[in-house]
């Protein structure tokens, strides 16, 4: 039996990717969902019952940073997020397609850099054996990891939406 072609490689490379994103959205959804319900829950216990869930807003700090690199993947790979495009609109078609080609260059190289930057924080509170001491008391590496794994996804993305633009425009003929 022989090796499957790249086409098929690609396919499914693509698809392991579509769903690692869609999985970290959906961690970030159920993280979401969970402050909602816990702040509620714990206003009720306070007005009610004058206790609290200990460590809850910590919790929910730690949560809220999580859950926000985690869907940023997934809301650029959907083009879910907030675009200004005003200037845009004064510029030919062709000048757009160049904007958007540098515009995800640029995301790329910015990413990257970021890339670099949190997984350097990351690794040297790893080695530093730094603790966040709250309510409790988590390693410091924990809270950092979900950066460079993040910035890591979104410069994949947008060397994507790069490569998408190039390939779209060799197919275009302008007259």
């Known amino acids: 039996m022989g090796h499957p072609g790249p086409a098929i490689v690609m396919r499914k490379?693509?698809?392991?990717?579509?769903?690692?994103?869609?999985?970290?959205?959906?961690?970030?959804?159920?993280i979401f969902g969970l402050t909602a319900v816990l702040i509620?829950?714990?206003?009720?216990?306070r007005a009610g019952f004058t206790s609290a869930i200990f460590g809850l807003f910590e919790a929910i700090e730690f949560g809220l940073l999580a859950a926000t690199f985690l869907a940023a993947p997934w809301v650029l790979a959907r083009n879910a997020h907030v675009t200004v495009d005003i200037g845009l609109m004064v510029l030919s078609p062709r000048q757009r397609r160049r904007v958007g080609r540098l515009t995800n260059l640029l995301g790329a190289i910015l990413c990257a850099v970021?890339?670099?930057?949190?997984?350097?924080?990351?690794?040297?509170?790893?080695?530093?054996?730094?603790?966040?001491?709250?309510?409790?008391?988590?390693?410091?590496?924990?809270?950092?990891?979900?950066?460079?794994?993040?910035?890591a996804l979104m410069t994949v993305e947008f060397l994507l939406r790069f490569g998408r633009a190039v390939t779209a425009e060799r197919g275009r003929i302008e007259l």
């Not at 509620?40 to 216990?45: D, E, I, T």
């Not at 970021?114 to 730094?130: D, E, P």
């Open 13 to 30: 490379l693509e698809e392991f990717y579509r769903g690692l994103l869609a999985g970290l959205a959906a961690v970030a959804g159920v």
């Open 114 to 151: 970021f890339v670099y930057y949190s997984l350097t924080a990351t690794l040297a509170s790893a080695a530093r054996g730094s603790m966040i001491r709250t309510s409790f008391v988590v390693p410091e590496w924990w809270v950092l990891s979900v950066m460079p794994v993040a910035m």
């Open 40 to 45: 509620s829950v714990n206003v009720v216990l």
